[in-house]
T-cell receptor
Framework: EDKVVQSPLSLVVHEGDTVTLNCSYE??????LLWYKQEKKAPTFLFML????IEKKSGRLSSILDKKELFSILNITATQTGDSAVYLC????????????FGQGTRLTINP | ETGVTQTPRHLVMGMTNKKSLKCEQH?????MYWYKQSAKKPLELMFV???????ENNSVPSRFSPECPNSSHLFLHLHTLQPEDSALYLC???????????????FGPGTRLTVL
């Protein structure tokens, strides 16, 4: 059974801290790994990773994939209260058509 | 209007009602998806439509019935639901075909459904 596991499930830090969110997966027909941020309703896309060891970066956020060890991390530096959200990790697989298998999400709370 | 839109945003229905959720995408995509998001559970894929053909039914009960009249519109028809069906229902779209595996899915704002 395809599985994506995120840790921690919940994290509370102070503004300015650096956080690392983890995502491990066990799937067949892996194509890519995606990170989304969900604040109120619609998850918004952050990164897509297809190759090991190549860091994707956007401002204070960065992510990297390890296809040998089957995990990815999402780093957020100098956190701000606006970073508070649920961060979702999903793996794209091919099973007839494209499917996204999601993890449970990490609820990140940034306190001022 | 851009992106993926969903209506209604909130819906309260009794177990004997029939209602429909609507999703529309303005991104020129060819694949559309329905997901269910319940509290403390991962997003669950329900249905996939690829070039208007249903390619995935993830063991969803028949009280949920999808319809995809064209690549831009997706409906979810609801009939005799149970209270445990209360959840956020999210629609998404992406590039169709195998290329979709290398492109992100764009999500709508969701419909918050409560079944009494």
């Amino acid at each position: 059974e395809d599985k994506v596991v995120q840790s921690p499930l919940s994290l509370v830090v102070h503004e300015g801290d650096t956080v690392t969110l983890n995502c491990s997966y066990e799937v067949t027909n892996f194509r890519s790994l995606l990170w989304y941020k969900q604040e109120k309703k619609a998850p918004t896309f952050l990164f897509m990773l297809t190759s090991s060891g190549i860091e994707k970066k956007s401002g204070r956020l960065s992510s990297i994939l390890d296809k040998k060890e089957l995990f990815s991390i999402l780093n957020i530096t100098a956190t701000q209260t606006g970073d508070s959200a649920v961060y979702l990790c999903a793996v794209s697989i091919i099973q007839g058509a494209q499917k996204l298998v999601f993890g449970q999400g990490t609820r990140l709370t940034i306190n001022p | 209007e851009t992106g993926v839109t969903q209506t209604p945003r909130h819906l309260v229905m009794g177990m004997t009602n029939k209602k429909s959720l609507k999703c529309e995408q303005h991104l020129g995509h060819n694949a559309m998806y329905w997901y269910k998001q319940s509290a403390k559970k991962p997003l669950e894929l329900m249905f996939v439509y690829n070039f208007k053909e249903q390619t995935e039914n993830n063991s969803v009960p028949s009280r949920f019935s999808p319809e995809c009249p064209n690549s831009s519109h997706l409906f979810l028809h609801l009939h005799t639901l149970q209270p445990e069906d209360s959840a956020l229902y999210l629609c998404a779209s992406s590039q169709g075909g195998l290329a979709g595996a290398y492109n992100e899915q764009f999500f709508g704002p969701g419909t918050r459904l409560t079944v009494l």
